[in-house]
Nanobody, 121 residues
Framework: QLQLVETGGGLVQPGGSLRLSCTAS????????IGWFRQAPGKSRERIAV???????YYADSVKGRFSTSKDDAKNTVFLQMNSLKPEDTAVYYC???????????????WGQGTQVTVSS
């Protein structure tokens, strides 16, 4: 069974940090880019980061300089490190498999269940 599972969400104060994990089972992440998305209440889903299969990453302006991605091949997991969190980062965070071509991300229909991140004092 092919599956993506996000973990690591929670409640954090403004300025704090969280690390989200996106773990794949049933297939290897070596062949895929991973897109990180978030959806806040009443808003559309927003792509915030892409971790390419080759290891490079790129970010939306809203998170650039605060968020970063990394990968643990042994755990078949991609991480999203979130620092200097703001209340506007509050959302459900999802990961998605995809491919990239000339800097454009093409997502598949494979999504995790999401993990809630709440930034509040």
């Amino acid at each position: 069974q092919l599956q993506l599972v996000e973990t690591g969400g929670g409640l954090v104060q403004p300025g704090g940090s969280l690390r989200l994990s996106c773990t794949a089972s049933g297939f290897s992440l070596d062949d895929y880019a991973i897109g990180w998305f978030r959806q806040a209440p009443g808003k559309s889903r927003e792509r915030i980061a892409v971790h390419e299969a080759a290891g490079t990453s790129y970010y939306a302006d809203s998170v650039k300089g605060r968020f970063s991605t990394s990968k643990d091949d042994a755990k078949n997991t991609v991480f999203l490190q979130m620092n200097s969190l703001k209340p506007e980062d509050t959302a459900v965070y999802y990961c998605n498999t995809g491919t990239t071509y000339r800097g454009t991300y093409y997502g598949t229909d494979s999504w995790g269940q999401g993990t809630q991140v709440t930034v509040s004092s």
